[in-house]
């Protein structure tokens, strides 16, 4: 199994290095292809750093014309997402600074992340809804750092390595803050489940 995902991502890998040697060759469709996959995660991902959808719209537009002005002297980068997903980040991270300057809100230098959990991506299932709503607590519970982790970790396809670039730390900490993140998840629903088992029980008891 392990081995069939690696020859998986090594040919996706191949597909989009592929795509971007003809992006930066002039080819139009290859260009299409590129905006046409990323945009929603980029968008994702931004609106998660700020309510402000408009910026993240702008910050998308920035990133795309960058992309086209700059082709000839642009890398050749071994993962296409990991590349502009960085060069997205930095863009809006200054927009979002410059608009706290803007106002006025120079002390504020905070960064946010705000990950829940889409619900739509659960069946409506009892017991799937009562882990959801302890899988959102605990998200609360992570501060915005943990959570960029986790969202990256479960929704980018990034390596360890390239999720620690993205967020500034090192790879053996993004990986021990993940297994420990999902240690207590595991735990923490566990003994939820098993609450609410015997609550259920002892009403049911009760009820007879």
Not at 37 to 58: N, R
Not at 61 to 84: A, C, E, G, I, M
Not at 151 to 163: A, P, Q, T, V
Request: charged content about 35%; proline content about 1%; cysteine-free.
């Amino acid at each position: 199994m392990a081995n069939t995902s690696l020859l998986n991502k090594n040919k996706v890998d191949s597909y989009w290095k592929d795509v971007w040697m003809r992006f930066k060759s002039g080819e139009v469709k290859a260009f299409e292809l590129i905006y046409a996959d990323h945009i929603d995660f980029l968008y994702s991902y931004g609106t998660k750093m700020t309510a402000d959808t408009e910026m993240v719209e702008d910050a998308i537009q920035d990133l795309f014309l960058y992309l086209l002005t700059k082709r000839d002297n642009l890398s050749d980068p071994d993962f296409v997402r990991y590349y502009l997903l960085k060069a997205f980040k930095r863009i809006l991270l200054e927009k979002i600074r410059n608009e706290k300057l803007w106002l006025k809100d120079k002390d504020d230098d905070s960064f946010s992340f705000d990950y829940s959990i889409e619900p739509e991506s659960f069946s409506h299932d009892d017991e799937k809804e009562r882990k959801l709503v302890f899988i959102e607590e605990l998200l609360e519970q992570l501060d915005p750092r943990k959570k960029e982790i986790i969202f990256l970790k479960f929704h980018s396809g990034l390596s360890y390595d390239e999720i620690g670039d993205i967020v500034g730390i090192q790879s053996s900490s993004v990986k021990k803050l993940v297994y420990r993140t999902i240690s207590s998840f595991r735990d923490i629903l566990k003994n939820k489940i098993i609450t609410l088992f015997f609550l259920f029980s002892r009403s049911s008891n009760i009820r007879n």
